[in-house]
């Protein structure tokens, strides 16, 4: 292997951008040398031994400029249980240039970040094909039709292998019953009735099950067996001590000379009977994917050159303009131009009321157009759209693995060579201090062990519960970006809520302009004028204010906005300051006369600030923000939860109280700088509450990337929200409510799960070794084991499945 690799840089304009990123490769250990190149904007990197793909990003980033890196979704096929994830993610891991890898047993895909110029596609899928799965090409989005294709072939060899067991169980019990063993004996010897068992079995076996065979030698060969290695191992025990009996039983001990042939087909067709099952049920886990993809439509109606005509989806570009009819489905994003209409979007948003569109509104892909029709310009397409993104989100979160997953993949691939020591230590147990005869008790008992056990529960456990929960999740207008969200959100014990858009509506309303000296309306118009240079909301509401009263706004100079305390700027010669309190007495202004006015409107709920002139107070100016729709019952159900819910506001003391009595709310953090948010929750978090923020997800970033779970308030447009671990469609703060209790019910699931596969295998594996038959007589049967075994992993994921009735707790009116 090189020591060598080249690295992509994004960000680098100037020579002293080389020089950075140079100094700060070179302060890695395992560097020895690095050299960058401005032209290709590329490094290459000389290690001490081999490439320490980790030092070389961590350097990159440490000097301000991101790696190029890329990220693909690979299909895997064959994967069966959690060791059978951790051989692919450690395979595909050992590429040099792969940054990193994650595998979804439940999806059967990888997702794989890598560094272009150094790993290759082709060498990804080489590593998974030497770790005895097959890759396949992987699309942007999973199509149906293959799911369907596996499963029929699933179906195919499942049919087959059962049409040749059947009569093995028939010719092997038959020739056992009282009347029939003689009417077996008259027709052929006992040998004659092995040979043909043995002519039965061999395709069951090597072609219906092949698919053990190929994946169990592939996991032998790297030292790391799983579930495939169990079965392959019992069932080719069972054939071979059978074909051994048949063609030479002189080998054996006396009475130990038995055909187990029909064990070795039940065993293979009843795991293909779970497999197939298992396939169905994984199908249905990913329901809410596919309802997603089912929601893109497949044309559009384009308007080009003054005619409509029908085109592909894919053949829309951004800018064209887009003709849809009464009950026509919304082909992709974009604001409307002509028309008026309900647009029902509730597949998108959870919101089941049609919502009103007309020119400069939003429309979205996926939703439905209700009684008029619309014409719009179209704005986003192919990965772009909201659509896409949901989807996308949905996928990353299921392919995400919480913490408990990731406990469970070390456990799952230590499990099975636990296992074979077991059943190795079983048959010698049984051989050594056994009845006679010996042997034979011996082979049962350790091919039980080998096939009762099942890694495949533990592996199923979590992926599925995830899976599920995040689909339901987005149908409900919940979109979980990681999956360890859903697990981290239920052990929440604290919620703190942002005050401006997310309890209220992020509109404040001009309530009142007192004028302490000067003209009310020359004051307005100077206010506004400056507000109109600002993009706070509160700008906007004196800017319609003055726009009501139809005054001119004079011309505006040396504007300067302070955040947190103010802004200030020259009007008609005159230096004005507008801010709250704590910004007035920075700047020395009295505000004696103003503060018992300025109270009795915080305890209003409405926010003072006030403006003064060269100096000297002018105006108290107040606004209120309504409070959003359902925001008390929403905080009434979250304290009902058991949640401790606090709100976060840069208001007044006064006026932040006076809102959160409205609301239900006891405990306050008000006066707070927009870059002290993050610090407040710090600050809680340091008292050893877990924390939820709920924000806007832009000017609350920091907040959100700081609290244990990020919930960023959505519009049902903005879902690209990045900083957020949960994001709400709906501004709705009901959506919290609900995200709560699935993640609560979630989380019960998985451990219900965790429980069921970890105390099956406790306590079946004992049993399978023998330990009831000194005191009961009784012995497992290795074709009963085989069952037991498919069956465990069906009761996960029929457990999981049970997330899909979950109902919301909450609903708007």
Same mark, same amino acid.
């Given at each position: 292997m090189s020591n060598s690799i080249e690295v992509g840089i994004s960000g680098m304009s100037c020579a002293s951008c080389v020089g950075r990123v140079e100094r700060a490769l070179a302060n890695e250990p395992s560097i020895s040398s690095a050299q960058v190149n401005l032209a290709t904007s590329k490094a290459q990197v000389d290690f001490e031994n081999q490439p320490d793909i980790a030092a070389a990003i961590r350097a990159i980033e440490s000097a301000g400029y991101q790696p190029v890196t890329q990220t693909v979704d690979i299909a895997v096929h064959g994967m069966s249980c959690g060791s059978c994830v951790s051989r692919v993610e450690k395979a595909i891991n050992?590429?040099? #240039?792969?940054?990193?890898?994650?595998?979804?047993?439940?999806?059967?895909?990888?997702?794989?970040?890598?560094?272009?110029?150094?790993?290759?596609?082709?060498?990804?899928?080489?590593?998974?094909?030497?770790?005895?799965?097959?890759?396949?090409?992987?699309?942007?989005?999973?199509?149906?039709?293959?799911?369907?294709?596996? %499963?029929?072939?699933?179906?195919?060899?499942?049919?087959?292998?059962?049409?040749?067991? +059947?009569?093995?169980?028939?010719?092997?019990?038959?020739?056992?019953?009282?009347?029939?063993?003689?009417?077996?004996?008259?027709?052929?010897?006992?040998?004659?009735?092995?040979?043909?068992?043995?002519?039965?079995?061999?395709?069951?076996?090597?072609?219906? #099950?092949?698919?053990?065979?190929?994946s169990g030698f592939a996991e032998l060969r790297h030292l790391s067996p799983g579930m495939n290695s169990l079965v392959m191992i019992g069932s080719s025990a069972a054939y071979f001590y059978s074909v051994v009996a048949f063609l030479a039983p002189?080998?054996?001990?006396?009475?130990?000379?038995?055909?187990?042939?029909?064990?070795?087909?039940?065993?293979?067709?009843?795991?293909?009977?779970g497999r197939y099952f298992e396939h169905i049920a994984k199908g249905r886990t990913s329901e809410a994917i596919k309802k997603l993809l089912r929601l893109q439509a497949k044309t559009a109606r384009v308007v080009r050159d003054g005619e409509t005509i029908e085109v592909p989806i894919e053949d829309v570009v951004s800018g064209d303009r887009i003709q849809v009819r009464p009950g026509d489905r919304i082909p992709v994003d974009g604001v409307v131009e002509e028309g008026q209409s309900y647009v029902d979007e509730s597949m998108i948003s959870g919101e089941p009321v049609p919502v009103s569109k007309e020119s400069g509104a939003e429309v979205v892909g996926g939703t439905i157009n209700k009684n008029g029709s619309l014409v719009f310009r179209v704005t986003r397409v192919g990965g772009d759209t909201v659509l896409s993104q949901i989807v996308k989100m949905v996928e990353q979160a299921q392919a995400d693995k919480p913490p408990i997953q990731q406990l469970a993949d070390k456990i799952a691939g230590v499990f099975v060579p636990i296992v074979i020591l077991v059943a190795i230590i079983t048959f010698a147990v049984w051989y050594w201090f056994g009845p006679e005869p010996t042997l034979s008790f011996a082979f049962v008992t350790s091919v039980s062990v080998l096939l009762i056990a099942c890694p495949c529960a533990m592996g199923l456990a979590t992926p599925t519960a995830i899976m599920v929960s995040t689909g339901k999740g987005a149908e409900m207008g919940v979109l979980f970006r990681r999956g360890a969200a859903l697990e981290t959100l239920a052990k929440m014990d604290t919620v703190v809520l942002d005050?401006?858009?997310?309890?209220?509506?992020?509109?404040?309303?001009?309530?009142?302009?007192?004028?302490?000296?000067?003209?009310?309306?020359?004051?307005?118009?100077?206010?506004?004028?400056?507000?109109?240079?600002?993009?706070?909301?509160?700008?906007?509401?004196?800017?319609?204010?003055?726009?009501?009263?139809?005054?001119?706004?004079?011309g505006v100079t040396a504007f300067n906005n302070e955040p947190g305390y103010g802004i200030k700027a020259n009007v008609a010669g005159r230096q004005i300051h507008i801010g709250a309190d704590r910004y007035m007495e920075r700047l020395g202004v009295d505000l004696a006369a103003a503060k018992e006015q300025a109270r009795a409107l915080a305890e209003e709920g409405k926010s003072p600030f006030y403006a003064a002139v060269d100096g000297k107070l002018a105006v108290i100016i107040a606004v209120a923000d309504p409070l959003k729709e359902g925001s008390v019952e929403a905080i009434a159900e979250l304290r009902s939860l058991g949640l401790e819910v606090a709100m976060l506001t840069g208001d007044?003391?006064?006026?932040?109280?006076?809102?959160?009595?409205?609301?239900?709310?006891?405990?306050?953090?008000?006066?707070?700088?927009?870059?002290?948010?993050?610090?407040?929750?710090?600050?809680?978090?340091?008292e050893g509450r877990l924390v939820a923020f709920v924000g806007d997800g832009i000017n609350d970033a920091?907040?959100?990337?700081?609290?244990?779970?990020?919930?960023? +308030?959505?519009?049902?447009?903005?879902?690209?929200?990045?900083?957020?671990?949960?994001?709400?469609?709906?501004?709705?703060? %009901?959506?919290?409510?609900?995200?709560?209790?699935?993640?609560?019910?979630?989380?019960?699931?998985?451990?219900?799960?965790?429980?069921?596969?970890?105390?099956?295998?406790?306590?079946?594996i004992p049993v399978a070794a023998g330990v009831l038959f000194p005191v009961s007589g009784f012995l497992l049967n290795p074709m009963l084991a085989a069952g037991a075994m498919s069956l465990s992993s069906i009761f996960v994921l029929t457990n999981s499945l049970r997330l899909r009735r979950f109902r919301t707790q909450v609903t708007a009116q």
């Amino acid at each position: 292997m090189s020591n060598s690799i080249e690295v992509g840089i994004s960000g680098m304009s100037c020579a002293s951008c080389v020089g950075r990123v140079e100094r700060a490769l070179a302060n890695e250990p395992s560097i020895s040398s690095a050299q960058v190149n401005l032209a290709t904007s590329k490094a290459q990197v000389d290690f001490e031994n081999q490439p320490d793909i980790a030092a070389a990003i961590r350097a990159i980033e440490s000097a301000g400029y991101q790696p190029v890196t890329q990220t693909v979704d690979i299909a895997v096929h064959g994967m069966s249980c959690g060791s059978c994830v951790s051989r692919v993610e450690k395979a595909i891991n050992q590429v040099p #240039g792969v940054v990193q890898a994650s595998v979804n047993l439940t999806t059967q895909k990888a997702s794989v970040t890598f560094l272009p110029d150094v790993a290759t596609l082709q060498k990804l899928h080489d590593a998974i094909r030497g770790a005895g799965y097959e890759p396949q090409k992987s699309e942007t989005h999973p199509v149906p039709d293959t799911e369907d294709q596996e %499963r029929l072939e699933l179906r195919n060899r499942m049919l087959f292998a059962a049409a040749l067991t +059947i009569p093995i169980v028939f010719i092997a019990m038959g020739k056992m019953l009282p009347g029939l063993d003689a009417f077996f004996a008259g027709i052929m010897s006992h040998r004659g009735w092995m040979g043909i068992e043995w002519l039965l079995t061999t395709p069951v076996l090597f072609y219906a #099950g092949a698919r053990f065979f190929r994946s169990g030698f592939a996991e032998l060969r790297h030292l790391s067996p799983g579930m495939n290695s169990l079965v392959m191992i019992g069932s080719s025990a069972a054939y071979f001590y059978s074909v051994v009996a048949f063609l030479a039983p002189a080998v054996f001990p006396s009475g130990t000379a038995e055909s187990y042939f029909e064990a070795a087909a039940v065993i293979v067709t009843l795991i293909l009977l779970g497999r197939y099952f298992e396939h169905i049920a994984k199908g249905r886990t990913s329901e809410a994917i596919k309802k997603l993809l089912r929601l893109q439509a497949k044309t559009a109606r384009v308007v080009r050159d003054g005619e409509t005509i029908e085109v592909p989806i894919e053949d829309v570009v951004s800018g064209d303009r887009i003709q849809v009819r009464p009950g026509d489905r919304i082909p992709v994003d974009g604001v409307v131009e002509e028309g008026q209409s309900y647009v029902d979007e509730s597949m998108i948003s959870g919101e089941p009321v049609p919502v009103s569109k007309e020119s400069g509104a939003e429309v979205v892909g996926g939703t439905i157009n209700k009684n008029g029709s619309l014409v719009f310009r179209v704005t986003r397409v192919g990965g772009d759209t909201v659509l896409s993104q949901i989807v996308k989100m949905v996928e990353q979160a299921q392919a995400d693995k919480p913490p408990i997953q990731q406990l469970a993949d070390k456990i799952a691939g230590v499990f099975v060579p636990i296992v074979i020591l077991v059943a190795i230590i079983t048959f010698a147990v049984w051989y050594w201090f056994g009845p006679e005869p010996t042997l034979s008790f011996a082979f049962v008992t350790s091919v039980s062990v080998l096939l009762i056990a099942c890694p495949c529960a533990m592996g199923l456990a979590t992926p599925t519960a995830i899976m599920v929960s995040t689909g339901k999740g987005a149908e409900m207008g919940v979109l979980f970006r990681r999956g360890a969200a859903l697990e981290t959100l239920a052990k929440m014990d604290t919620v703190v809520l942002d005050k401006t858009g997310t309890l209220t509506q992020g509109r404040p309303e001009l309530t009142d302009f007192v004028v302490m000296e000067g003209n009310d309306d020359e004051l307005l118009s100077w206010v506004a004028a400056i507000e109109s240079q600002s993009e706070h909301p509160i700008g906007e509401a004196i800017v319609g204010a003055a726009k009501a009263r139809e005054l001119e706004l004079p011309g505006v100079t040396a504007f300067n906005n302070e955040p947190g305390y103010g802004i200030k700027a020259n009007v008609a010669g005159r230096q004005i300051h507008i801010g709250a309190d704590r910004y007035m007495e920075r700047l020395g202004v009295d505000l004696a006369a103003a503060k018992e006015q300025a109270r009795a409107l915080a305890e209003e709920g409405k926010s003072p600030f006030y403006a003064a002139v060269d100096g000297k107070l002018a105006v108290i100016i107040a606004v209120a923000d309504p409070l959003k729709e359902g925001s008390v019952e929403a905080i009434a159900e979250l304290r009902s939860l058991g949640l401790e819910v606090a709100m976060l506001t840069g208001d007044n003391r006064v006026t932040a109280e006076a809102i959160a009595r409205q609301v239900g709310i006891e405990r306050v953090l008000a006066e707070v700088l927009p870059q002290q948010k993050a610090e407040e929750i710090k600050r809680l978090q340091d008292e050893g509450r877990l924390v939820a923020f709920v924000g806007d997800g832009i000017n609350d970033a920091p907040a959100l990337a700081q609290a244990h779970v990020g919930i960023a +308030i959505g519009t049902g447009t903005d879902v690209a929200i990045e900083a957020g671990d949960v994001v709400l469609m709906r501004g709705d703060l %009901r959506g919290i409510v609900n995200a709560a209790a699935l993640s609560r019910r979630t989380r019960k699931t998985i451990l219900g799960n965790f429980f069921w596969a970890y105390g099956y295998n406790l306590a079946l594996i004992p049993v399978a070794a023998g330990v009831l038959f000194p005191v009961s007589g009784f012995l497992l049967n290795p074709m009963l084991a085989a069952g037991a075994m498919s069956l465990s992993s069906i009761f996960v994921l029929t457990n999981s499945l049970r997330l899909r009735r979950f109902r919301t707790q909450v609903t708007a009116q």
